[in-house]
């Protein structure tokens, strides 16, 4: 399968931070997905960034510094890059001239308003991070000047509504980061942004409908979407939509705990085309089981899969789906008590026709609170082609 646009630019930043892993420039966070850089490291990288410190002021960096507002520069006009995470900066009110400036990162900065002018001379920025500001609740009328912002990222805040009659103005916005934003209640208007190709919608709590599925289709260059749906809510509207499941990366089902200890069993059925797919989570479920449509006619239907979590799903009782997922690398079952096979030996047959051998790359499986490898697994048996027996308990 030939990788293009957003997907390949991907691959290419990961072969990058792999490069400086292995050139000891920066390091892996042990358990994250994260990387950091040395102190000495980061003040060499700096000085080199700055033209040997000649452009020092271009770069602002008082990350953790508790600096508690704005820092005070002498030629705002100069500054390209600037980052204040986690400074206790609360308010955002002057107009700083910062007409060189394109990326302003703010994350955890503690912001919890800005005025509607702070942005009036910020016309090239391209990113803006305003991650995990948690009492940030609205974005000013100013951001409609930041016309030439790409990246936007939201995620973790406490934002209730998208002010489309402003975002509309950020014709060049191509990523949109609305991840566990849980007061947001509507993203209507989102078909405004009309060169959208990524949008974060995991853990946002917002209510799904016929419209608004209907609206994100109208989205022509989304190629990458995370969301998550109640099951209570309109989800066949959306997985009916071929568009939206074709460029979906990572999906969560979830419902309420209470009400999902008194639904009756359902299933769910996922179409074939989801061949983005890497992460796939239920959570507090009544859903029996995971079906698939018409899988014979579709080889390696979940090609990239790779992380799968099952939470709470008491009446689950098979995941044969992923015998579909040839590269799946982790599952982790946990309160899942009638879970009795992994891939039910009847159904997987139709895998065996297609020619699939599935966990060739799987390395561990958690169920409840123990971490195991993919060769001793705590259910009643396992249908793997290419240990050819079971594993019993």
């Known amino acids: 399968m030939q990788v293009k646009g957003i997907e390949k630019s991907e691959n290419k930043g990961y072969e990058i931070i792999g490069s400086l892993v292995r050139a000891s420039l920066l390091m892996d966070r042990h358990g994250t997905k994260s990387v950091c850089m040395h102190d000495v490291v980061h003040e060499m990288a700096l000085w080199i960034a700055s033209d040997l410190g000649k452009q020092k002021e271009a770069f602002i960096v008082g990350a ?7 820092p005070k520069v002498k030629n705002w006009e100069v500054v390209k890059r600037m980052s204040l995470c986690e400074d206790g900066i609360y308010r955002l009110s002057r107009s700083p001239k910062c007409l060189e400036l394109k990326t302003f990162l703010l994350k955890s900065a503690g912001v919890r308003s800005i005025s509607s002018e702070f942005f009036e001379y910020m016309q090239k920025l391209v990113v803006l991070d305003f991650s995990h500001n948690g009492d940030l609740s609205e ?3 100013g951001i409609s000047k930041l016309v030439s912002l790409r990246y936007l990222n939201l995620s973790w ?3 209730r509504a998208l002010r489309m009659d402003l975002l509309q103005a950020l014709e060049n916005l191509i990523h949109l980061d609305l991840r566990e934003t849980h007061e947001l209640w509507s993203i209507a208007g989102m078909s405004r ?3 959208l190709k990524i949008l974060k919608l995991s853990y946002s709590y917002f209510s799904w409908d016929s419209y608004t599925v209907e609206e994100l289709e109208t989205l022509e260059h989304l190629e990458i979407l995370t969301m998550g749906f109640m099951i209570t809510q309109s ?3 959306f997985l009916r939509s071929h568009k939206l499941m074709s460029c979906t990366r990572s999906i969560e089902f979830w419902d309420s705990r209470g009400l999902s200890d008194k639904r009756e069993p359902s299933n769910i059925s996922l179409p074939v085309a989801m061949d983005k797919l890497r992460d796939f989570t239920i959570r507090d479920c009544s859903i029996s089981e995971i079906k698939m449509e018409n899988p014979r006619s579709h080889d390696k239907i979940f090609l990239n899969l790779s992380f ?4 709470g799903c008491d009446r689950l009782t098979e995941l044969t789906l992923l015998m579909f997922a040839p590269n799946l690398r982790s599952l982790s079952v946990v309160q899942a008590y009638n879970l ?3 891939i039910n030996k009847e159904k997987g047959r139709e895998g065996d026709q297609s020619g699939i051998v599935p966990f060739q790359i799987f390395s561990w499986i958690i169920y409840g609170s123990l971490r195991i490898s993919v060769g001793i697994l705590y259910l009643s048996r396992i249908y793997k082609k290419s240990m050819y027996q079971d594993v019993q308990i």
């Not at 953790?64 to 704005?70: D, I, R, T, V």
């Not at 799968?308 to 939470?311: A, G, R």
């Open 193 to 195: 942004l009309h060169n």
């Open 139 to 141: 974005l000013p009328n």
């Open 340 to 342: 009795e096979d992994i």
């Open 235 to 237: 989800l066949e509207h």
């Open 308 to 311: 799968v979590e099952i939470v």
């Open 64 to 70: 953790g510094a508790g600096l508690g507002e704005m």
């Open 157 to 159: 805040t406490r934002i």
